[in-house]
């Protein structure tokens, strides 16, 4: 439990009853680290590629990793996106999205691939980024929708056990939302003071440097940014696994960043990125700890809105009320499209998604 309250300066042990109940019967990462110490759309392109190529910020586009990415390299019918109104991959644009329509699924699809054993290798779940209710769990929308998101995934999963058998559900968070944190990054100045032990090289993904504006200017991609909560949830996987520079186990004192989906992704299927960065990640194989999956996986989740109304930061927000957001995640998607076709409301921008992506 300490190790799930070293993650929270705002979310104690309880107030997220669905991650922090598979953190402890599954695995929890304590040292997973945004790739770069920056925000939301530069950390998942190094999710997505292994490399930002030299994007630092807010408002680039993912048409510099374009052909980069792990979905350009897998063969197309090793892939999906599951979304609910518009991913943030769309910010790849609307020509690249067209071309791999067929890769992009609404939610209700994985229900259906899970229940006929037809999910492919790879599966990525975006959350409701602009129309409510919002479950993104980005700040102001509260958490509440996101933990319903993750029992949902979860439930769905179980639902079939010889799906979840084969399967590996990983929970992670793009960046660390602004909150601070006492474990400094490696990279920065006295990483491993505490931890002689842990080595950990930060690769620099490619030839390209930070943008030449501002304090990033020639920024060499040679820091992680700060950690963020990494769930890890598998039926080989025995009940409270930690992994993390404080592991019982030294095999599992690892550090991982978001390369590290690369890397599991490219040790699974042989697909790889190029990203020196992903190549040398360390891969969730890591977690494995068990000669034959379990029996005993927790069956179901249960999610309650009661839960979260004991605080208002958690508390559901009123999704029959709510508008459509142009805020925070959603402000980027909102600001990419009117560079691209103008001025839009957020209904319209999730209908022209949706229409690229139409069967």
Known sequence: EKHLRAYGTIYADGRLPVLQTLAKEYAVATHWFCSL????????????????????????????????????????????????????????????????CGQFHHIASFEHAVRTDTLPAYSFIEPQHILPPWSSQHPSAGVSHGEKLIARVYNTLVS?????EKSMLLVVYDEHGGFPDHVIPPGHRGWNSEHPDI???????????????????????TTLGPRVPAVIVSPWIERGTVIGWKAKDEARRATFDHTSILATVGRMTGAWVDSARA??????????????????????????????SRDGSAEPLPSATASASCDGVAGDLCEAFREMHGEATPEEVVAHFQKLVKP
Do not use: C
């Open 37 to 100: 110490p920056s925000s939301t759309t530069p950390n998942r392109m190094f999710a997505h590629a292994g490399s930002s190529r030299g994007a630092t910020g807010q408002g680039a586009f993912y048409t510099r990793v374009e052909d980069r990415m792990i979905f350009d390299k897998l063969d197309p019918k090793a892939w999906r996106v599951y979304f609910h109104d518009i991913p943030h991959l769309w910010l790849t644009g609307d020509a690249w999205a067209q071309s791999f």
């Open 160 to 164: 079939n056990p010889g799906v979840f």
């Open 199 to 221: 080595l950990h090289d930060v690769l620099p993904p490619d030839d390209v440097y930070g943008e030449p504006h501002g304090h990033d200017d020639a920024y060499m991609f």
């Open 279 to 308: 190549r040398a990640a360390t891969s969730l194989e890591i977690a494995i700890n068990r000669e034959s999956p379990r029996t005993d996986w927790l069956p179901r989740i249960g999610f309650r809105d009661e839960d979260y």
